[in-house]
């Protein structure tokens, strides 16, 4: 079964200090995957996909097929970093998303 | 661009009623997405379009729950009766005719049933 899981429903830490949000899927397939940001009174927007190996506001993700993850890391968290983070897996080459069920990432001053 | 538009943004109703949600896509996105946000399952897949046909509705929950997409420039989700269960966010998105393609999400609609 296609699945995504983000084990931590809330990460708290303090300002510069590293973040990992952890992403696990199943999949069977060569899977793609992306990180979607929900910053408070905004839209549910894409921030960074495993395709384009690109690094958006300091994050990265790294996609290991070995251990089946995704994690979205940051070394020096800002209080701006502050949202919803949901870690999505498109299996099906039809650009249906699967979400995880999202963690709450706050960053403290 | 307004990006995805969806109304109302607010709905309260009472139980046994019916809800019709709407959605407007980006012009020109051949995909059109519904979602349903809650604090326990998170953002789920309820049933999406392509080119105005239905392709996979597997996470609608039951059958008081339905979807059309008439037209390519608008869609509706129709819940009959509501249920307190049904309380939560719905989204819409939409997204163009190509693979692995960014999703772009509508503000969407809070619904709450008493």
């Known amino acids: 079964a296609q699945r995504v899981t983000q084990p931590e429903k809330l990460l708290s830490v303090f300002k510069g200090a590293p973040v990992e949000l952890k992403c696990n899927y199943s999949y069977s397939g060569s899977p793609e995957l992306f990180w979607y940001v929900q910053y408070s009174r905004q839209r549910l927007q894409l921030l960074l996909r495993h395709i384009s190996r690109e690094s958006i506001k300091g994050f990265t993700a790294d996609l290991n097929k070995g251990e089946t993850s995704f994690h979205l890391k940051k070394p020096f968290a800002q209080e701006e970093d502050s949202a919803m983070y949901y870690c999505a897996l498109n299996a099906g080459g039809y650009n249906k998303l699967i979400f995880g069920a999202g963690t709450r990432l706050a960053v403290h001053p | 661009d307004a990006g995805v538009i969806q109304s109302p943004r607010h709905e309260v109703t009472e139980m046994g009623q019916e809800v019709t949600l709407r959605c407007k896509p980006i012009?020109?996105?051949?995909?059109l997405f519904w979602y349903r946000q809650t604090m326990m399952r998170g953002l789920e897949l309820l049933i999406y379009f392509n080119n105005n046909v239905p392709i996979d509705d597997s996470g609608m929950p039951e059958d008081r729950f339905s979807a059309k997409m008439p037209n390519a420039s608008f869609s509706t989700l129709k819940i009959q009766p509501s249920e307190p269960r049904d309380s939560a966010v719905y989204f819409c998105a939409s997204s163009p005719q190509v693979t692995y393609n960014e999703q772009f999400f509508g503000p969407g609609t809070r619904l709450t049933v008493l």
């Open positions: 012009s020109g996105h051949d995909y």
